[in-house]
């Protein structure tokens, strides 16, 4: 396992070291000023890194929570080939399109908003019950300020599918 673990870590600094040089010189290409070109293949390649990131982090809360990162993880990907594939064959005749320098320019907006939702996405989800492998739920994080009615809705919400939650003035069961 440790040396699967040590090729992957070597495979991915390649694949970033030449992702990287041939994204930042299409930004260049693409009228990006060359100090900043460096940027753009952080944010295209960075949203790779970040969405499986999340996937790994909210694979516990089912298929559900995942489409959006993995869509992230798809796109992110698919500009990333496409961008260095473009790169190759920009490169040959050293001629840009200004379609190819519109949409270089449109990606830094974009991944911002679609980081800017994960983000969200994220923080919500750490909020809610995960499910347990005895089909029960529990709470990702807990607010310390809830009050007993939100703690009510937040039992039914939680309770386990044939059971009834508890009406109004009663107290919540004790955890198991």
């Known amino acids: 396992m440790v040396a699967s673990l040590v090729g992957t870590v070597v495979l991915a600094v390649g694949a970033f070291v030449l992702s990287f040089a041939s994204l930042t010189d299409l930004a260049v ?8 070109a460096w940027i753009w293949p952080l944010i295209v390649d960075g949203l790779i890194v970040v969405a499986t990131m999340s996937i790994v982090a909210l694979a516990a809360h089912g ?6 990162p993995w869509a992230l993880l798809a796109g992110g990907a698919l500009v990333s080939v496409a961008a260095n594939a473009l790169h190759a064959i920009l490169a040959a005749d050293g001629v840009v399109p200004a379609v190819v320098s519109a949409l270089v320019a449109s990606v830094p907006p974009v991944v911002l908003l679609a980081v800017t939702h994960l983000s969200v996405e994220l923080v919500q989800r750490s909020a809610e019950p995960v499910p347990t492998s005895k089909g029960r739920r529990t709470r990702a994080a807990t607010a ?3 009050s007993g009615a939100l703690d009510r809705v937040t039992a039914q919400r939680t309770a386990i599918p044939g059971t009834v939650a508890p009406a109004d003035g009663e107290p919540l069961p004790a955890a198991a």
């Open 29 to 36: 290409m693409a009228g990006i000023n060359a100090t900043l």
């Open 63 to 68: 298929r559900r929570a995942l489409w959006y």
């Open 144 to 146: 310390p300020e809830q």
